[in-house]
């Protein structure tokens, strides 16, 4: 079964930065879609980025643009959230999500991993 787990999370102070990782198994990763999303409690889940299978579209939150970075390197099935300058709001889970099917839903989800910012 396709399976994901994220890393990288902790504790950071306002300005600092961290760099998640998401670790993929049970496929073929370089076919799909790889995603970052966050949530606070009792929000509604944000999209933070996209990444195509290849690498080379990705998208982000307006907000977040400049300040993070999505990444992958399907050679080791693995995919990476450069989170820099980071401010007291960016604190979340953050989790990474790949799409079913090419083209589809994200259906395959890690555990999630705690941002804190302090401010």
């Known amino acids: 079964q396709v399976q994901l787990v994220e890393s990288g999370g902790g504790l950071a102070k306002a300005g600092d930065s961290l760099r998640l990782s998401c670790a993929a198994s049970?496929?073929?990763?370089?076919?799909?879609?790889v995603a970052w999303f966050r949530r606070v409690p009792g929000k509604e889940r944000e999209v933070v980025a996209t990444?195509?299978?290849?690498?080379?579209?990705?998208t982000y939150a307006d907000s977040l643009k400049g300040r993070f970075t999505i990444s992958r390197d399907n050679a080791k099935s693995k995919a990476f959230l450069q989170m820099d300058n980071l401010k007291h709001e960016d604190t979340a889970v953050y989790y990474c999500?790949?799409?079913?099917?090419?083209?589809?839903?994200?259906?395959?989800w890690g555990q999630g991993t705690q941002v804190t910012v302090s401010s």
């Open positions: 999500a790949e799409q079913t099917n090419r083209r589809g839903e994200y259906g395959y």
């Open positions: 049970g496929r073929s990763f370089r076919y799909y879609t």
């Open positions: 990444i195509n299978s290849s690498g080379s579209t990705t």
